[in-house]
């Protein structure tokens, strides 16, 4: 089974700077089939990134997605009061079955 | 616009059964693979079920197999999750979710939840 570690657990940054996220899987897995999610308080998850970079519909330019094989890394630029959220990073694999990593929490510093 | 709207969560005493609807609308239903997804209090996302847009082809997580059955009527626009013999761990926020093409891997439209407790 593959498991999804995202670090850090909580990024402590102010709005404006720039925030990395990142994702390392146990076994590389298919970058067409990873994606991030934003999920706020008393919200359901939104996509932000699917295909490991392509961003979803409705989706600032400010984000982006990179990585391949075992590392994935979520990017945001400069953040916005509004993304301070939790994000998951998500892969589908073989059986099939979708596994999500445990999340990261970026909060206002 | 494009919806989903989940119901039939509530409180149920373990080894007790409940079943979940998932209501779609502003798009064509049938079209789409749609997934169940749930969230334990305070905890991270973990998949569910999986289910094609004919219902002929359906997967299950190991955590609920032979327990949970998913099913849809796309005559009403609906998802459904029956589950069974409920434990304590199943206790979570239960969403809908769409895949925007067969096996693509994400999921682009997600319900609001609904939330099932499971205590005596």
């Known amino acids: 089974e593959i498991v999804l570690t995202q670090s850090p657990g909580t990024l402590s940054l102010s709005p404006g700077e720039r925030a990395t996220l990142s994702c390392r899987a146990s076994?590389?897995?298919?970058?067409?089939?990873f994606a991030w999610y934003q999920q706020k308080p008393g919200q359901a998850p939104r996509l932000l990134i699917y295909?490991?970079?392509s961003r979803a519909t409705g989706i600032p330019d400010r984000f982006s997605g990179s990585g391949s094989g075992t590392d994935f890394t979520l990017a945001i630029s400069r953040l916005e009061p509004e993304d301070f959220a939790i994000y998951y990073c998500?892969?589908?694999?073989?059986?099939?079955?979708?596994?999500f990593g445990q999340g990261t929490k970026v909060e206002i510093k | 616009q494009v919806q989903l709207v989940e119901s039939g969560g509530g409180l149920v005493k373990p080894g007790g059964s409940l079943r979940l609807s998932c209501a779609a609308s502003?798009?064509?239903?049938?079209?789409?693979?749609m997934s169940w997804i749930r969230q334990a209090p305070g905890k991270g996302l973990e998949w569910v079920s999986y289910?094609?847009?004919?219902?002929?082809?359906?997967y299950y997580a190991d955590s609920v197999k032979g327990r949970f059955t998913i099913s849809r009527d796309n005559a009403k626009n609906s998802l459904y999750l029956q589950m069974n013999s409920l434990r304590v761990e199943d206790m979570a926020v239960y969403y809908c979710?769409?895949?925007?093409?067969?096996?693509?891997?994400?999921?682009?439209?997600w319900g609001q939840g609904t939330v099932v407790t499971v205590s005596s």
């Open positions: 979710a769409r895949d925007p093409s067969p096996y693509s891997g994400a999921f682009d439209i």
């Open positions: 502003g798009f064509t239903f049938s079209d789409y693979y």
């Open positions: 289910i094609s847009n004919t219902g002929s082809s359906t």
């Open positions: 076994q590389s897995v298919s970058s067409s089939y």
């Open positions: 295909g490991a970079s």
């Open positions: 998500q892969r589908y694999g073989s059986s099939p079955t979708w596994t």
